[in-house]
C-alpha cells in the first residue's frame, strides 16, 4: 500500500496485518509498504 496512505495503515493494522519491507519508489510519487497477515495466536499454520 501507499506509504503516505495513513487511514489504510491503521486499517490493515487493525485487521492483523504488519508492515514488512518498503519498496521505494514503488509508486511514481510515493514509496510502498509490503504487507503480511499476522498468524492468529494458537492457530497453526500450514508452513509449519
Known sequence: ???D???AQRL???AGFERI???RGYYRD???WVMRLRPLPG???AEA
Open 12 to 14: 490493515y493494522a487493525s
Open 1 to 3: 500500500m501507499r506509504g
Open 43 to 45: 492457530v497453526i499454520s
Open 21 to 23: 519491507a518498503l519498496r
Open 5 to 7: 496512505n495513513v487511514v
Open 30 to 32: 510515493a514509496d510502498g
